[in-house]
């Protein structure tokens, strides 16, 4: 069982910036990938970043790719969403998630969900 917190939400003007985090519980975390993803009012859950056990393997969402940075600190059971130049199509409720497996996109493929930060961007 893994138990996920999220952190860091907020409001924030374009073209700024907001760090994300997740704490889990458990001592099994570094054997988990951990993703974040995100929904937006109206809108389904979507996939934003995700990243392997040891942190060498990450894979991106095209909308924020090369804007967005997930990292993870396996000593403090933390992953982390660094989210620059951010728009107002980022805008959303970010949910971190956790499962045994590979890196994926899917929504399916994760076991475990946190509550959900809001971050709100301004134009």
Known sequence: ????????????????FLRLS???????FSSYTMGWFRQAPGKEREFVATINWSGVSTRY???VKGRFT?????AKNTVYLQ???LKPEDTAIY??????RGTSRGTD???YWGQGTQVTVSS
Do not use: F, H, K
């Open 61 to 63: 969402a095209d909308s």
């Open 95 to 100: 949910y971190c998630a956790a499962t045994p």
């Open 109 to 111: 493929e994760y076991n």
């Open 70 to 74: 997930i990292s993870r600190d396996n």
């Open 1 to 16: 069982q893994v138990q996920l917190v999220e952190s860091g939400g907020g409001l924030v003007q374009a073209g700024g």
């Open 83 to 85: 989210m620059n130049s």
């Open 22 to 28: 997740c704490a889990a519980s458990g001592r099994t």
